[in-house]
């Protein structure tokens, strides 16, 4: 009877097997429709420019929102997903996306744009991206990393496919009818939602549905009505929602880390500085190309090249950063492909060709190939497992600021100067300094704690360091992955 039953638990467990694939394809999908699609907003941005009469900062302001909000409204989705699961999130997530880009078409202003397609399929991307993400740690634990692997090639794929589909539809029937066709590709989320069934456990509990008991503050709001009161003091009612408040905050943004933990509070510094300048070439690069004499297709066709490489760097940087050799030294790596991306603008400040705009591209393709592999794992570096989803809730919230105010700040710069190489100045500007701030600032944190270390005796407890390697060892499958996940990429 103990092996039937051992039997049936085991064969009620769809980890690593079955359906998991057919998830691990839709997350795949969603990747590309949701991170990948604002990097087909360049291609529109002359005419949405000529018929809006609106000028660089303005124009700039749409992307930059729709970005800011995918990556900043991590915390929103977890809550969401702790609420009603996944599968719920990535549909609702499908539908707002969908609903926005029908909405843009019929836009009669730059502002109704920050709106629909900047506010409402921002927040559906990150809605379908985030808790298709997570739900995949559900269905994936022995082959949790490789799933996650995977499912980042379609941001890759995004990237390549998008703006050649933008430029042949906007070629053809105008950027009103290519967003009302882009608000029908954007409900295929749905689809790749409804793939998303809840995990089951062999009692039958879906691990997706959290237990009241565990939602932040319901205990702390019990609490006072346990003694037997009828109704609690007013003033006990209000302290109390102030501490489920403030634990709420402590889940989902991690303060407390950041004023501890010198590594993270560094790393998070410069991550949020780098991201003033880290999405403008995706933003102008095409305006720009076009304004220097390059034709349309062969413009839209640079942000391609760009997705295309990274396909086959990425994959092989996050091997590469998970050698042993490099254990302890992802964030130096981290800095090197910062610089480089920095770097990587001067060829477009010496020539606009399109040959030299091609070797610019296949260059800050494999930095941004770096930069998307150790982001997230850089940061595992940093703070420990148990805490990651709070510091990278806080983390994204951050960079998401610094995303939004980007490049509209340097589209206003270009309008009073009308140089388009002001940003590419800008982005150099904030992209080397990041990475000079983090690599020297970890090198004297580094020596620091060597010092520490030698004064020293007892090293019983390796945690209390500030920047040290955290150990990745893989769940056991009866350990359910953390319900709530925040993750974005670059």
């Not at 989705?77 to 539908?95: P, T």
């Not at 730059?110 to 927040?123: C, F, R, V």
């Not at 360091?465 to 992955?481: A, D, G, K, L, R």
């Amino acid at each position: 009877m103990s092996q039937r039953g051992a039997a049936a638990r085991e064969a009620a467990k769809p980890q690593d097997r079955g359906w998991a694939w057919m998830v691990l394809l839709a997350a795949v999908l969603l990747q590309g429709l949701t991170l990948g699609f604002p990097s087909c907003i360049g291609v529109f941005f002359t005419d949405l420019q000529h018929d809006f009469q609106a000028s660089n900062s303005e124009t700039s302001w749409f992307p930059s929102i729709m970005v800011a909000v995918l990556h900043g409204g991590g915390p929103l989705c977890s809550v969401l997903v702790k609420r009603f699961g996944c599968r719920f999130a990535v549909m609702l997530g499908g539908l707002l996306s969908g609903v926005g880009m029908v909405s843009s078409s019929f836009c009669k202003s730059i502002s109704q744009l920050y709106l629909t397609a900047g506010l409402i399929t921002g927040l559906g991307s990150c809605f379908s991206f985030q808790a298709g993400v997570t739900v995949l740690g559900y269905y994936f634990v022995r082959w949790r990393s490789l799933a996650n692997a995977m499912a980042s090639t379609g941001v890759s794929l995004g990237f390549t496919l998008w703006p050649l589909l933008s430029q042949y539809l906007l070629d053809e029937m105008g950027w009103r009818n290519t967003f009302l066709i882009f608000g029908g590709i954007l409900l295929n989320c749905c689809v790749c939602g409804a793939i998303m069934r809840p995990v089951q456990l062999a009692s039958g509990s879906p691990l997706q549905s959290p237990k009241p008991a565990e939602e932040p503050g319901r205990r702390a709001e019990g609490a006072p009505l346990s003694n037997g009161a009828s109704s609690p003091h007013p003033e006990l009612q209000q302290q109390t929602r102030r501490t489920a408040c403030f634990q709420m905050l402590q889940k989902y943004l991690a303060f407390d880390i950041f004023c501890q933990n010198k590594g993270y509070q560094i790393y998070t510094i410069g991550v949020t500085w780098m991201m003033m300048g880290f999405a403008l070439p995706h933003v102008y690069l095409v305006p720009y190309a076009i304004q220097n004499g390059v034709e349309e297709r062969r413009a839209a066709l640079l942000i391609s090249v760009i997705g295309f490489i990274n396909i086959f760097i990425r994959p092989l940087t996050g091997l590469l950063s998970g050698h042993r050799v490099f254990t302890g030294r992802r964030i130096y790596l981290f800095s090197l492909a910062v610089l480089l991306c920095g770097l990587s603008n001067f060829i477009c400040i010496i020539s606009a060709a399109f040959s030299m705009l091609i070797i610019y591209c296949v260059i800050l393709s494999i930095a941004m190939s770096g930069i998307g592999a150790l982001t997230f794992q850089v940061l595992m570096d940093v703070v420990e497992m148990d805490r990651f989803s709070s510091a990278l809730g806080l983390f994204t919230v951050l960079e998401s600021i610094t995303l939004l105010i980007g490049p509209p700040l340097t589209g206003l710069l270009v309008d009073l100067t009308s140089d388009f190489h002001y940003v590419f100045y800008n982005s150099s500007f904030f992209l080397i300094s990041a990475a000079l701030f983090m690599g020297l600032s970890f090198c004297a944190l580094e020596k620091k704690n060597k010092l520490k270390d030698a004064s020293k005796v007892s090293l019983d407890n390796p945690s209390r360091y500030q920047y040290n390697e955290m150990p990745t060892e893989p769940q056991s499958e009866s350990q359910p992955p953390p319900a709530v996940v925040y993750i974005t990429s670059i």
